[in-house]
Structure formats: structure tokens, C-alpha cells
């Protein structure tokens, strides 16, 4: 079993920036593709990128009011951690966000493929 907790959010004004963080324990992350997602209110959980298990490769959502060239998501598996980058948040950015493992080594943007999850960490900004 993997247990991972998120940390890091809060309230910020548009244009600034939050670093989340996902610390893992109860096993090793470092084979593992490792997602962030979010969740506005009353809206569907979405993808927001993921990263290979080495961290060489990183793939962002790619969809209307994108996060690509704004969030940047990073690893450190001697720490058992990965990073989510927030830079130029709008309101829009404004969610719950989740990091997300998955055990296999192909990156996936549907969350069902992800086995663990955290609890997710509340990130609002506010315009």
C-alpha cells in the first residue's frame, strides 16, 4: 500500500504561485508514473499532468484554459516525493488538487487508472 499526502495549498492572488507537494510512505514511488489531478466544485476530476517514474518525461493536460507553460511537475523519488509547480494561477485554477500513483509506466490521463491517491490539498485564488 502506498500512502500519499498532499500539502502546500491555500489562497493566493491571481497571477501568483503555489508549490504543492506529495509526500508518499508505506513503499517506494520511484517505479511508479506519478499524476496530479483537480476537482472544482461541481465539476469532474481532472487531469492536470503527469511524470514518468525516472522524471525524464512530463506530460501536461493539453485542454481550454490549459495548465501547460504555467505548472511544471518534478520528482525526487530518494524522497519519495513529487511536485506540482504553480506559476500565473488564474481563478480558474481554483480546486482541490490530488496527486495520484500509478503503477504501471506508461502515463495515463484517466483517473482510473491510478491505484492511490491522496486526500488532496484545497488551492484557491482569488481574482
Known amino acids: 500500500q502506498v500512502q500519499l499526502v498532499e500539502s502546500g495549498g491555500g489562497l493566493v492572488q491571481a497571477g501568483g504561485s503555489l508549490r504543492l507537494s506529495c509526500a508518499a510512505s508505506?513503499?517506494?514511488?520511484?517505479?511508479?508514473?506519478m499524476g496530479w489531478f483537480r476537482q472544482a466544485p461541481g465539476k469532474e476530476r481532472e487531469f492536470v499532468g503527469a511524470?514518468?517514474?525516472?522524471?525524464?518525461?512530463?506530460?501536461?493536460?493539453d485542454y481550454a484554459d490549459s495548465v501547460k507553460g504555467r505548472f511544471a511537475i518534478s520528482r525526487d523519488n530518494a524522497k519519495n516525493a513529487v511536485y506540482l509547480q504553480m506559476n500565473s494561477l488564474k481563478p480558474e485554477d481554483t480546486a482541490v488538487y490530488y496527486c495520484?500513483?500509478?503503477?504501471?509506466?506508461?502515463?495515463?490521463?484517466?483517473?482510473?487508472?491510478?491505484?492511490?491517491w491522496g486526500q488532496g490539498t484545497q488551492v484557491t485564488v482569488s481574482s
Open positions: 508505506g513503499r517506494t514511488i520511484s517505479s511508479y508514473v
Open positions: 495520484a500513483a500509478l503503477t504501471d509506466r506508461a502515463i495515463a490521463v484517466d483517473p482510473s487508472f491510478y491505484t492511490y
Open positions: 511524470i514518468s517514474w525516472s522524471g525524464g518525461s512530463t506530460y501536461y493536460a
